[in-house]
């Protein structure tokens, strides 16, 4: 029995194909993954409403979400690390000016600055969602773990400069998650490995994005997928190969672990 190692698994990218599919090898890894007694979860910049099937088609009940904000353990919540009410209203106004939309979101659902944009069509569509309701002050009573700002890698250098108490990490061309500063799926893990007391050294976790780095970084074998940013794989330990091309099934056996 392996209950003293946990491996993390990303969504987008490494559990999940392009096309948004779980590969029938990925399914068959975690499964005999859980049969050796190794702790099974995921680490992921969603939010839980949005992989809840995921969760339940790989029978996974420990969870890191908005990129470490959110951490349930055993479907217990351990650990909540909300933005401030005060910055979010603040950058409302500032992105407002700017024609910039934001999407809030809680572990329930999400809610949108403005209505019919076509960036948010855009970058949720790419992860198969629709544009969300609309209520710009959804904020003010709910507490929001990641918001979600809509402009290009051009533009986001005025966030950047303006808000230097919040962490921003792109996740796609023309979409940035807001993050409280210091807020990273590293610390998420943190916070659960402390309660399971799991060494750092007895963590794996496998990733392909730049949310991904503090992750695989932080971990004791980090291992980056063959479709992962470059770099996600300078800093890994280990790559595997792509998503579509039994990845995990690969970087599992590689490390030792199945």
């Known amino acids: 029995m392996n209950s003293n190692k946990i491996v993390f698994f990303d969504i987008d990218g490494t ?5 948004k599919n779980l ?7 975690i499964h005999q993954l859980k049969q050796t007694g190794v702790h099974v979860a995921i680490a992921t910049g969603r939010a839980p409403f949005m992989y809840k099937e995921l969760r339940e088609e790989l029978g996974i009940s420990s969870y890191v979400s908005f990129n470490g904000q959110y951490v349930v353990l055993n479907n217990e919540v351990i650990y909540k690390n909300p933005l401030s009410k005060n910055r ?4 409302l106004n500032f992105s407002k000016d700017k024609k ?3 999407v809030y979101l809680d572990h329930n659902t999400m809610r949108a ?4 944009h076509h960036y948010i069509h855009e970058s949720l569509g790419s992860l198969k969602f629709s544009h969300p309701e609309v209520d710009p002050t959804y904020f003010l ?7 979600l700002l ?28 807001i993050l409280p500063k210091g807020g990273s799926k590293a610390e998420g893990i943190k916070q659960m490995i402390q309660k399971l007391n799991i060494h750092v050294d007895n963590v794996v976790a496998f990733g392909d994005g730049l949310n991904d780095i503090e992750m695989i970084e932080f971990v004791g074998t980090g291992v980056a997928m063959g479709n992962a940013k470059e770099e996600i794989k300078n800093v890994a330990n280990v ?17 030792g672990l199945l």
């Open 15 to 19: 559990l999940l194909d392009h096309q």
């Open 23 to 29: 590969p029938r090898s990925t399914k068959e890894a």
């Open 88 to 91: 979010l209203e603040h950058i």
């Open 100 to 102: 910039h939309p934001l």
């Open 113 to 116: 600055s403005e209505d019919n």
């Open 141 to 147: 009573n709910n507490e929001i773990y990641q918001a």
């Open 150 to 177: 809509f402009c290009t890698s051009e533009e986001e250098h005025e966030y950047l400069q303006a808000y230097d108490d919040l962490h921003f990490i792109r996740w796609h061309d023309v979409s940035i998650d």
């Open 239 to 255: 790559v595997t190969k792509n998503v579509d091309d039994h990845g995990i099934i690969h970087g599992l056996e590689k490390i």
